[in-house]
C-alpha cells in the first residue's frame, strides 16, 4: 500500500507541508534580517537531513543518498521531523498542528507495510 500513487502523492504534500512549517516557524523566530535567515535555514537543514539518509532498498524513494542506514534511524528521522513540523504549525495555530499530526498518523498507518519493513531488522549497507 504504501508504493500506491495516492499514498505517494499524500507523503509528497505532508513533506512540502512540513518544509513549509518550518520556514514559517524560523520566520516567527527571528526579527529583521535573521527572519530571512531563520526562514530559509529551517527547511534547508530539514530537507538536507532528509536527503542525506536513506534505507538501502526502500522503494519510497529514489537514487541512493550518500549515507545508508538502518531502518529503524530512518524511520525515527522521519517521525521527529514531522513531529517538529505539527508542533510548529502549532505554534501558528493549533487546529493547523492537529489536523498534520492526524494525516501523518493516518499515512503511517496506511503505510504499515513499509514501516514493518522498516522495522523487520538491520539493512545498513
Known amino acids: 500500500m504504501s508504493r500506491h500513487p495516492i499514498n505517494l502523492a499524500v ?6 507541508i512540513a518544509l513549509f512549517a518550518l520556514g514559517a516557524w524560523g520566520w516567527r523566530h527571528g526579527e529583521g534580517a535573521l527572519r530571512f535567515v531563520f526562514a530559509a535555514a529551517a527547511p534547508l537543514i530539514a530537507a538536507m537531513l532528509w536527503g542525506t539518509f536513506h534505507v538501502p532498498g526502500d522503494t519510497s524513494s529514489t537514487g541512493d543518498a550518500p549515507i545508508p542506514v538502518s531502518g529503524f534511524v530512518r524511520l525515527l ?48 549497507a
Do not use: M, N, Q
Open 77 to 124: 528521522l522521519e517521525l521527529v521531523f514531522f513531529d517538529f513540523a505539527a508542533w510548529c504549525l502549532f505554534t501558528i495555530r493549533p487546529i493547523y498542528g492537529w489536523i498534520f499530526a492526524i494525516v501523518v498518523l493516518i499515512h503511517y498507518a496506511v503505510s504499515y507495510d513499509r514501516v514493518r519493513w522498516l522495522l523487520s531488522g538491520p539493512r545498513k
Open 11 to 16: 507523503r509528497f504534500i505532508l513533506e512540502l
